[in-house]
C-alpha cells in the first residue's frame, strides 16, 4: 500500500533533482565544502597519505620528489631562516619584541593564520600580523613578499613545523563572508590566460605544464614561504599570488589586498589537518 | 633586500632564458682578480673536449666505474642535484661537465688521498643536455654520460 | 656580519661527512637585468677544505654552479671535536672562510 503510493512521489522528486527543478537545496557551509574539498584531492590522489600534501608537487611525482629530497639535504632557505630567526629574537627600539604580540610569544602558532579578526572584521594573515606588530610598536612596516618577512615568517613557520592547520571560521557573517570571497576568488576565471586558481590546482593538480608539476590546492600554502629555485631567492605567499597573477596575464593585486587574504583564508580553511612544512623549497 | 616585484619580472625572466639559450658570451668588464690556481682558460672552453685537454692534457674512456646521479627532467634548470662518484682506486679528481651550456665545463674537484671518490652539487643549464661526469684514477680519464631534459618552467613565467 | 658559510660535517668512525651550503650569487655573466644591461659574472672561483693543515678537497667552479651554492663529499679520517675550515675566492676577489666543529 504505502510503496504504490509512495512511489510516485519518489519518481516525481528524482524528476525535479534530474531536470534541476526548484527544490531548495540547503546552503553548502564551510565545514561541508571543506569535507568535499578534501575529499576530491583523496580520490584523486589516494597513494598519497594525507599529511603528504603539504609537499604539493612532491606529494604527486615521484622523479621531482627525489630532487626535492636532494636539496632538502640542506635546503636554501637556511640563510633565510637564521635571518629571521635574528630578528625576531632582536628587540624594537621601545624594548619590546615579536614576542610580546603573539600567543606563546608567536613560537609554534603558524599554523593558527590566517584567523579573521572580528574587533576588525577582517582577516589577519601572519604577514599582515608581523607588520601590525611592527607599527604598534613604532617600527616602520616590512616591505611584503620578500626579503625580511620572508624570512621571519620562514622562521615561525619552522616553529610549526608539522603542526597541522587549525584555521577557524567564527561564527559571524563577516568571517563567512570573508571565507565566501576568498573561494569565490579560487573558482573565478581571470586574466588573458582566463584560468581559475582551480583549473590548475584541482582540475589539473598532478600533470604537467611545461616542466613544472601543478601542485594539488589541498595544502598547497603548508610550505610557505618558499625558496624557489626560479626565483633564486625567497618568497611569501603573496610573491607567489603575485606572479601567478601575472602568468596568468592578469593584473595582479598589491600585496595583502582584501581578496589575497580571503583566498589564503580560504585555502587555509580548506587544509585543515595538512601539516606545516614550511619553509620550503619548489622548484 | 628586494623591492615590490614589478611587471618586468616575467620579463626580465623570459629574457634571461632566451640568453641562456643563445649562449651569449656576456663576460662583459668587469675588474677580474681571479683566484690563484683557478684554471680560467678550461672554464672558458666551448667543448668538453677542449676543457679537458686544459685540464688534465687528456681525453677520456668511457667506463661503468663512473656513476653518474641526475634527474631525467630537471625540476628547474637553475639547480640541478648532480651526483659523481667512483668505484675506481685512487681517484685523484672529479670533473662535471655540461655540452650544451656556453661553458661546457661546470665543475672541476681535486681531492687529496683518503678523500672519497664521490662529490654532490647543484649545477645551472641552459638547456637539456647530456651531463658528464669525468673521473681521474691513475693518471687517466673515465667518464659516464646521461641526459637531463630541460624546459621552460610552468605558465611560460 | 653573519658567516655565508655553513658546514655540516659529521664524523663517522674512519671518515667524515661534509655538506657546505655558501650563499652567494653566483651570477654568471650571461644574464640580463630589466634594463637590459648584462649583470656582470659574480661567481665563486675555488672552496678548499683544510683539514689539521691538509687540503682535502679543492673545488674549481665555473659560473654553471648554482646560486647558493652546495656541495657533498667525504673524506679519510676525521674526529668529533676537530675543526675544518673552508675558505671560498670568487672571481672578483672577494673571500670568505668559515671554520666549523666536526660533529
Known sequence: ?????TAPWLIAVAAVCLLGGAAPEPAATPEADQKAFQAYFKDRFPQ????????????VNAPMRKQWEDIMQFPPYDFALDEGKTAFETPFANGKSYADCFANKGIGVRQTFPYFDTKTGEV?????????CRTANGEKPLPYQTGMMASITAYMAETSRDKPFDIKIPDDPRATAAYEDGKKFFYARR????????????????QRMRGDILAPALGILASFPIYRSDWG???TIDRRFTSCSLQMRAAPLPPQDVQYRDLEYFLSYMS???????????P | MHAALSSNETTRRATLRLLALLGVAGLAGTARADAPGWPEQAFHQKTPDEALKLLYGKSFEMSDKVTLDVPEIAENGAVVPV???SSLPGVTSISILVPENPFALAASYKFAEGTAASIGCRLKMAKTSKVIGIVESGGKLYGASKEVKVTLGGCGG | MPSTIRVRAQASGTSTDVQALIQHPMDSGFVKDSDGKLIPAHHIETVTFDYKGKIVLTANWGPAVSKDPYIKFAFAGGAKGDDLTVTWVDNLGKTDTLTAKIT
Open chain 1, 1 to 5: 500500500m504505502s510503496i504504490r503510493r
Open chain 1, 48 to 59: 598519497v597519505p594525507f599529511a603528504d600534501f603539504a609537499n604539493g608537487p612532491y606529494a
Open chain 1, 124 to 132: 589577519v594573515t601572519l604577514d599582515l600580523a608581523i607588520n601590525q
Open chain 1, 191 to 206: 586574466g588573458q590566460l582566463n584560468f581559475s586558481c582551480a583549473s590548475c590546482h584541482a582540475g589539473a593538480a598532478g
Open chain 1, 233 to 235: 631567492s625567497m618568497g
Open chain 1, 272 to 282: 585543515n589537518g595538512v601539516p606545516i612544512s614550511g619553509p620550503g623549497t619548489r
Open chain 2, 83 to 85: 651526483s659523481v662518484s
